[in-house]
């Protein structure tokens, strides 16, 4: 096994290491391999997800790193997840692959794939005892060469050896730029045009919009542990009604559930309470929870395969909803209703987000609240009535939260729907504090109703259903959480 060619990485406050100790540490090690017959769970499909990419860029080197760890502070580093691209192509998905990358070379009418990848320290050296970010003493096991070929059914070769593949002659090349800054020096000019990197981001994404049936099965799972982090949000309510800063006890309690369920949050939690959930992407979370008021939970759970869920309610804390909560909530799940209506193969991807809006429009129509008609608000030159319910209605959804985000308009915003496809459908209404066309009693809400949905033959199926969204059923179930 071949030495690291980097001195570890130690800290300032770190004990020297004497040659006794030193000496010492290199002996009497047991072999512990991996259990033979283990695989990663996505092995089997990702050959074919190679083999599509490949068809699209005959001749051409393709290089898909894993990422970098990025430091948090000083000498910390955040968590790492390596780039869904990536992750998605190769199967691994763990913390132990900083600075791997799979390398797609050109070999007869298609592409032999190699991952580069920093293998397990060997027991000879200082690495496994001493290197803070790699070392197995410090970070954790990482499989040798053998075994990584073995978990995921490619070739597999010492990350230090990559330098040669990437500086010397090579067909045309294209990198997922971005990523890892330290492969794209050592890619540099040579055979790289940077003018098809986009491309390369564009058919990585386009790739992945429609889901098989495994994947379907991961959001599914991702949606299951979601709902009971929602469930243990409810049975929380009473302590984090206590806390002064409520809204951080609310992420605290989802955040154990995915940590203990999958690989953590797939996003940043909103807890957000009062006025703050008519700030979009509230993350701050370190407000109370006023009883009297809602709280607006937008959470989800990623798999240790890094599928996420994405779900929204907006709950009573009080457990009932007020008579101005429930006219607004009900305004927001009819247009939830309409969008969901509008699901099926063929349907434009704007449809379902037009039918929500026109459900809004005409709410706030006839609040008064809207001064033109819906038709005039509703149109391009117009969409006044968005002052209120300002984003999309809904986005992709699979490895990342905002799925498939690089891929072109045509394809995704102005494309049609496909069977396997997965989306949310989430309206919402955003009726700031300070908005005077607003009558007092619904200043300082925000609602949204947010579900996860595949595309079926014949329509939708809405994957997130044990979760309540009637104002009824939600006042039911928490009273069964709250009063068991």
């Given at each position: 096994m071949t030495e690291p060619t980097t001195p570890p990485h130690t800290g300032s406050?770190?004990?020297?290491?004497?040659?006794?100790?030193?000496?010492?540490?290199?002996?009497?090690?047991?072999?512990?391999?991996?259990?033979?017959?283990?695989?990663?769970?996505?092995?089997?499909?990702?050959?074919?997800?190679?083999?599509?990419?490949?068809?699209?860029?005959?001749?051409?080197?393709?290089?898909i790193p894993a990422g970098r760890l990025a430091v948090r502070s000083n000498d910390t580093d955040y968590r790492f997840?390596?780039?869904?691209?990536?992750?998605?192509?190769?199967?691994?998905?763990?913390?132990?692959?900083?600075?791997?990358?799979?390398?797609?070379?050109?070999?007869?009418?298609?592409?032999?794939?190699?991952?580069?990848?920093?293998?397990?320290?060997?027991?000879?050296?200082?690495?496994?005892y001493r290197d803070r970010r790699y070392?197995?003493?410090?970070?954790?096991?990482?499989?040798?060469?053998?075994?990584?070929?073995?978990?995921?059914?490619?070739?597999?070769?010492?990350?230090?050896?990559?330098?040669?593949?990437?500086?010397?002659?090579?067909?045309?090349?294209?990198?997922?730029?971005?990523?890892?800054?330290?492969?794209?020096?050592?890619?540099?000019?040579?055979?790289?045009?940077?003018?098809?990197?986009?491309?390369?981001?564009?058919?990585?994404?386009?790739l992945r919009l429609v889901k098989d049936p495994w994947e379907v099965s991961q959001l599914q799972l991702a949606v299951h542990h979601t709902t009971s982090g929602f469930e243990d949000v409810v049975r929380a309510l009473p302590q984090?009604?206590?806390?002064?800063?409520?809204?951080?006890?609310?992420?605290?309690?989802?955040a154990l559930r995915a940590r203990a369920?999958?690989?953590?949050?797939?996003?940043?939690?909103?807890?957000?309470?009062?006025?703050?959930?008519?700030?979009?992407?509230?993350?701050?979370?370190?407000?109370?929870?006023?009883?009297?008021?809602?709280?607006?939970?937008?959470?989800?759970v990623e798999t240790d395969t890094l599928y996420t869920a994405d779900i929204t309610r907006t709950l009573p804390l009080s457990g009932r909803y007020s008579p101005a909560q429930r006219t607004a909530y009900e305004l927001v799940l009819a247009a939830q209703e309409a969008g969901i209506a509008a699901l099926r193969p063929g349907a434009r991807f704007r449809d379902f987000h037009l039918a929500a809006m026109r459900v809004?429009?005409?709410?706030?129509?006839?609040?008064?609240?809207?001064?033109?008609?819906?038709?005039?608000?509703?149109?391009?030159?117009?969409?006044?009535?968005?002052?209120?319910?300002?984003?999309s209605s809904g986005h992709?959804?699979?490895?990342?939260?905002?799925?498939?985000?690089?891929?072109?308009?045509?394809?995704?915003l102005d494309g049609v729907l496909e069977e396997g496809q997965v989306l949310t459908v989430e309206p919402g209404l955003y009726l700031q504090p300070d908005d005077e066309t607003l009558p007092r009693e619904l200043r300082g809400m925000g609602l949204r109703i947010e579900d996860d949905l595949v595309i079926t033959a014949d329509g939708a199926r809405l994957m997130s259903g044990a979760l309540p969204r009637t104002p009824d059923a939600i006042e039911e179930w928490m009273?069964?959480?709250?009063?068991p």
């Open positions: 406050h770190d004990l020297p290491v004497s040659s006794a100790l030193g000496d010492f540490m290199a002996t009497a090690w047991a072999p512990s391999p991996l259990p033979p017959e283990t695989r990663l769970p996505a092995e089997e499909l990702t050959t074919g997800r190679r083999a599509r990419l490949s068809a699209r860029f005959p001749g051409e080197r393709l290089i997840r390596p780039h869904t691209a990536y992750a998605w192509l190769t199967g691994f998905t763990g913390e132990d692959q900083p600075g791997n990358v799979l390398l797609m070379e050109p070999a007869g009418s298609g592409h032999q794939a190699v991952l580069y990848l920093r293998p397990r320290s060997p027991r000879t050296g200082q690495e496994f070392g197995e003493f410090w970070v954790g096991r990482r499989p040798d060469l053998d075994e990584a070929a073995a978990l995921s059914g490619l070739r597999c070769e010492h990350l230090d050896d990559l330098v040669k593949p990437l500086t010397g002659a090579s067909p045309p090349v294209r990198l997922l730029t971005g990523v890892d800054p330290a492969v794209e020096e050592l890619v540099g000019s040579g055979n790289h045009q940077p003018s098809g990197d986009a491309e390369l981001a564009t058919v990585l994404a386009e984090a009604m206590r806390h002064p800063r409520g809204e951080r006890w609310i992420e605290g309690v989802f369920e999958g690989n953590g949050v797939g996003y940043e939690t909103i807890a957000a309470s009062g006025a703050h959930a008519c700030v979009l992407h509230w993350i701050r979370n370190d407000g109370p929870l006023d009883p009297a008021g809602l709280l607006l939970l937008d959470a989800g809004i429009a005409e709410g706030l129509y006839d609040w008064g609240v809207l001064k033109i008609p819906p038709e005039q608000a509703l149109s391009p030159d117009s969409g006044v009535y968005r002052r209120w319910t300002l984003c992709m959804l699979g490895m990342d939260v905002h799925d498939c985000a690089r891929a072109r308009a045509e394809t995704y009273g069964g959480l709250l009063n």
